[in-house]
């Protein structure tokens, strides 16, 4: 099973009462990180990824937690995102939270073993429902009761409203997952779309996205934010260079910052897990 942790010599596991921990999880994926409170440092990261063409089921999910050490201890506060494809956006104003399941068909089919979820997001003033798998529901309620799930669109739109502040304009920002890709658009301050597609190779990613701009009447001499399975100089950046002015790779930002230990990570891969500290 393949394994990151970057690990601040400063961090004290007996003092996890000043620390706030941050855990997503997917099919694909256990990470988590800590934040030192006191400092509004980040101190750790760990991942583990599934290995090849395997998924993580219940079991393997509770068995990684039962055996960290870190993942065992009570922190100040904790936030779990579940990263998910499937999920739509229904205004504030017309959402009835005894309806969520009846919204969420309109656009998917939830399979059997799935639960609808549903996160307030401010800008756009909407809701999020979501579909996660509910055996992985239950381990992560199970283990860290009563924390609520956050989709990873609520810290990805957290990321995006404050990035597209002062910009004229359309500000893009695609996230990629290892199956799938959010595609988010705002223009002149306005929400003008906000999409999942599943992709095989980065051939589909570019399909969906330049078909998007066809639509909307984009021109392609604009800049894209990244985030999530992509970096520099891989083949999907370099094709979307051939179309579009600027790449640009979205860091984790607001009242935090990260130990030196973290200096030579893409830290645009795990910005949904960073940001979700400042998801209210």
């Given at each position: 099973?393949?394994?990151?942790?970057?690990?601040?010599?400063?961090?004290?596991?007996?003092?996890?009462?000043?620390?706030?921990?941050?855990?997503?999880?997917?099919p694909e994926n256990l990470?988590?990180?800590?934040?030192?409170?006191?400092?509004?440092?980040?101190?750790?990261?760990?991942?583990?990824?599934?290995?090849?063409?395997?998924?993580?089921?219940?079991?393997?999910?509770?068995?990684?937690?039962?055996?960290?050490?870190?993942?065992?201890?009570?922190?100040?506060?904790?936030?779990?995102?579940?990263?998910?494809?499937?999920?739509?956006?229904?205004?504030?104003?017309?959402?009835?939270?005894?309806?969520?399941?009846?919204?969420?068909?309109?656009?998917?089919?939830?399979?059997?073993?799935?639960?609808?979820?549903?996160?307030?997001?401010?800008?756009?003033?909407?809701?999020?429902?979501?579909?996660?798998?509910?055996?992985?529901?239950?381990?992560?309620?199970?283990?860290?009761?009563?924390?609520?799930p956050l989709h990873h669109t609520k810290p990805l739109?957290?990321?995006?409203?404050?990035?597209?502040?002062?910009?004229?304009?359309?500000?893009?920002?695609?996230?990629?997952?290892?199956?799938?890709?959010?595609?988010?658009?705002?223009?002149?301050?306005?929400?003008?779309?906000?999409?999942?597609?599943?992709?095989?190779?980065?051939?589909?990613?570019?399909?969906?996205?330049?078909?998007?701009?066809?639509?909307?009447?984009?021109?392609?001499?604009?800049?894209?934010?990244?985030?999530?399975?992509?970096?520099?100089?891989?083949?999907?950046?370099?094709?979307?260079?051939?179309?579009?002015?600027?790449?640009?790779?979205?860091?984790?930002?607001?009242?935090?910052?990260?130990?030196?230990?973290?200096?030579?990570?893409?830290?645009?891969?795990?910005?949904?897990?960073?940001?979700?500290?400042?998801?209210?």
């Amino acid at each position: 099973m393949p394994f990151l942790e970057l690990f601040d010599e400063t961090l004290d596991i007996n003092s996890n009462e000043n620390y706030e921990l941050s855990v997503q999880v997917s099919p694909e994926n256990l990470s988590f990180c800590i934040l030192d409170t006191i400092r509004d440092k980040y101190v750790l990261l760990r991942s583990y990824d599934a290995d090849d063409n395997k998924y993580l089921n219940a079991s393997k999910l509770d068995e990684l937690i039962s055996k960290d050490d870190f993942l065992l201890k009570k922190y100040k506060k904790i936030n779990i995102v579940m990263p998910s494809r499937k999920f739509t956006l229904v205004p504030a104003q017309l959402f009835d939270p005894g309806k969520k399941e009846e919204y969420f068909s309109f656009n998917h089919v939830p399979d059997d073993g799935e639960l609808v979820l549903s996160n307030k997001i401010s800008d756009p003033d909407a809701y999020i429902l979501f579909s996660v798998i509910r055996s992985l529901y239950e381990v992560i309620t199970g283990r860290f009761p009563g924390v609520l799930p956050l989709h990873h669109t609520k810290p990805l739109m957290s990321h995006v409203t404050h990035g597209k502040n002062g910009v004229d304009g359309n500000y893009i920002h695609i996230h990629v997952e290892k199956e799938f890709f959010n595609l988010v658009i705002f223009s002149n301050d306005i929400l003008k779309f906000c999409n999942s597609f599943i992709y095989r190779n980065y051939n589909d990613i570019m399909y969906y996205v330049l078909n998007t701009f066809k639509n909307l009447e984009i021109k392609q001499e604009e800049t894209i934010h990244f985030s999530g399975h992509t970096e520099k100089y891989d083949d999907l950046s370099s094709a979307f260079l051939i179309y579009v002015r600027t790449l640009k790779y979205s860091e984790p930002s607001g009242n935090f910052t990260f130990s030196y230990v973290f200096n030579d990570t893409v830290l645009h891969r795990f910005l949904n897990l960073f940001t979700a500290i400042n998801c209210e």
